[in-house]
């Protein structure tokens, strides 16, 4: 049952699609349900998107390029600093709207609060900072001017992880570039962005600058929006099998994509490694979301000599963990997005064991109501276990013993992922080696947890194409333009 302070949030979310200023019913008259995955509950019935609503959403956002584009970038940036502000004083709403629709511990939705609001902050700030050049061409002939002009409207589809981070991280930086935008947030949380598309046009956003399209069918929907010659641009968080078959139809379109795809985190603790400074960041590393992060470690890499201590410690705090409703406070462990992803990891484990692996602490779904699975460390892993290939996305922490610097790389890089590593020396040198040698497009040396709304971030590999936040992010909204002037 939910409680009135929470029911009320819930009213004051729109259940429509956001179309040109407008909150719409779908043309098919269908709605989604959308759950609280710690009881199973649904919380509230919002407008299920058809092709004809994303192609309206679409038609929105083509009408609205120029003006937005013509808006000087210190007002784009003005409305993107009220937007962050104006975020900021809503923190608990957002907060609390996130754990009921996705489980996520609440004090770690407020986190999410702050890092997604540092987007709108960090872009309102490089709106306006877009450079260009002016070079003397070799020849002596003439000037050459390079500018960045915003590529045009583009489509986002964020996963159900970080509802709203995941969005800003996009918005922001469109927005600043004079970028529209039309966003299919995931059909399990739609919620946190629907709110947030509220908010920005609260801050001033204009009507048809971003619309938002929830659907239960996304193939359909960005099927049809990839193929409309009036999308400039596609920009997908979410797995890497999904990712592959949009680059795929987005290729039909030469359409420009930035892809935020899947993980393989290594995590290594070498020898010399503070060992209390590696559970620290491991236990941010592995359980921050519940495990259900990108860059979350998936496989912790620690050398032979240590490992003992190492697990025999970790599993002393893992066994403390607090399980719960996320939405409820004090909460560390909230409930798995849905009965998916505990059989998916009920699996994962089974195999691991199978293979020779041993549970040190946890190692069980939890029963019902609710998606709960126990946080589990397990030892001793096999490399052929399925979740040294496979992302866990579960509190689930599995350790791998090595015995030398280059079998710790080997392990390391033996993934199609390169999303980020992480890194635990007290050695220098070992620790300048290993930023060279590891395949991920991030890395924590010495931290369990990385990302910044300053900072590049991005993978390599099967991990995506693109970076998202830093002075790089604006950039994936821009296309450069050459023009000589000859003397
Ligand atoms: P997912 O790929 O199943 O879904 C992501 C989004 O794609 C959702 O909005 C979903 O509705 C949509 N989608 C699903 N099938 C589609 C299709 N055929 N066509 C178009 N859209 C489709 O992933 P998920 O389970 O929501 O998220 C978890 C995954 O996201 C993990 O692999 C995780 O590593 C990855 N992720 C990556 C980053 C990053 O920045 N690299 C961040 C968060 C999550």
Sequence with gaps: MLKQSEQELLDRV????GIGGEWRVSTSGMTLDVQDPSSGEVIKSIADATVEDAMSALDAAVAAQEAWANTPTRERSDILRRAFNLLMQRKEDFALLMS???????????????????FLRWFSEEAVRVRGDYRPNPQGTGMMVVSHLPVGP??????????????????APALAAGCTVVI???????????????????????????????????????????????????????????????MAIAAQNVLRT?????????FIVFEDADLERAIEGVMLAKFRNIGQACTAANRVIVHESVADEFVRRVSERVATMSIGRGAEEGNDIGALVNTKAVENIARLVEDAVEKGATIATGGEAIAGPGNFYKPTVIDRLNPRAAMMHEEIFGPVLGVIRFSTEDEAVQIANNTKYGLVSYVFTENIHRGHRMIAKLETGMMGLNTGAISNAAAPFGGLKQSGIGREGGFEGIHEFLATKYTLLPR
């Design 100 to 118: 009921m629709e996705m489980g996520k511990p609440i004090a770690e939705a407020r986190s999410e609060v702050d890092y997604g609001g540092e």
């Design 154 to 171: 583009t489509y986002f589809i964020t996963p159900w992880n970080f509802p709203l981070a995941m969005a800003t991280r996009k918005i």
């Design 258 to 266: 930035s892809m935020e795809l899947g993980g393989n985190a290594p």
């Design 14 to 17: 729109e259940s429509g699609l």
């Design 184 to 246: 299919k947030p995931a059909e399990l949380t739609p919620l946190t962005t629907i709110f947030f598309v509220q908010l920005l046009a609260e801050a001033g956003v204009p009507a048809g600058v971003v619309n938002v399209v929830p659907t239960s069918k996304p193939g359909d929907q960005s099927s049809a929006l990839l193929s409309d010659p009036r999308l400039r641009k596609l920009s997908f968080t979410g797995s890497t099998a999904v990712g592959v078959k949009l």
